[in-house]
């Protein structure tokens, strides 16, 4: 069965340092994977998306996420987080066809000034 | 291009009572999905309409649900006799024929079944 985990549901970093959400997926076939943030009241936006290639992938607000297939994982990264940066973060995965998102259950992000 | 747009936002009804919401995807997009959200829960799919045809749907939903995109532009999701388990965020999300993958979501429509 498709599944997409989000081990951290509740993540607090100070400003300034490095973060990294967790996501593993299990999907029958090669998967497409995505990360997206909702802020509140807000709809969800894509960060980034991996589909082949170089398994370092870059996203938008300096977001990256690194694809590792032994691992079922990818994991998502920024190097100095912004108090604008808290949100939800969601993994998804899917597969050629689009046809249908699994979504993992959310990441909530706290900074702390 | 005014983005993916969700009516009503909210919607509070009696248990038993029908409710439908409405989609406008991007315009040129012929994808459109319908995700539902509850609290701490990512979106969990729904439906997915490739322009007129209803491709997907998922096995978790009840025939209380339906979904229709008359004309593969707007859709439109009407749950019948609502529940108070349906109390939720429906969420729609369309995308184009070119394959990106990325979703455009709108902001979603709260329901609150009493």
């Known amino acids: 069965a498709q599944s997409v985990t989000q081990p951290d549901i509740h993540i607090t970093v100070s400003e300034g340092a490095s973060l990294e959400l967790r996501c593993n997926y299990s999907?029958?076939?090669?998967?497409?994977l995505f990360w997206y943030v909702q802020s509140p009241g807000q709809g969800l936006q894509l960060l980034l998306k991996?589909?082949?290639?170089?398994?370092l992938v870059q996203g938008i607000k300096g977001f990256e996420a690194e694809f590792k297939r032994s691992q079922s994982s990818f994991n998502l990264r920024k190097p100095s987080v912004h108090w604008s940066d808290a949100a939800e973060y969601f993994c998804a995965v899917t597969t050629y066809n689009f046809n249908k998102f699994y979504f993992g259950s959310g990441t909530k992000l706290n900074v702390k000034p | 291009d005014t983005g993916v747009s969700q009516n009503p936002r909210h919607k509070i009804t009696k248990r038993g009572q029908n409710v439908t919401f409405r989609c406008d995807p991007i315009?040129?997009?012929?994808?459109l999905y319908w995700y539902r959200q509850t609290l701490g829960q990512g979106p969990e799919f729904l439906t997915y309409?490739?322009?007129?045809?209803?491709?997907?749907k998922s096995r978790l939903l009840s025939d209380r649900f339906s979904a229709e995109r008359p004309k593969g532009s707007f859709s439109t999701l009407e749950i019948q006799r609502t529940e108070q388990g349906d109390s939720a965020m429906y969420l729609c999300a369309s995308s184009s024929h070119r394959g990106t993958g990325e979703l455009f979501f709108g902001e979603g429509s709260r329901l609150t079944v009493l």
């Open positions: 991996y589909f082949s290639g170089d398994t």
């Open positions: 315009s040129e997009h012929n994808r």
């Open positions: 999907y029958g076939a090669t998967p497409y």
């Open positions: 309409f490739q322009n007129e045809a209803q491709l997907e």
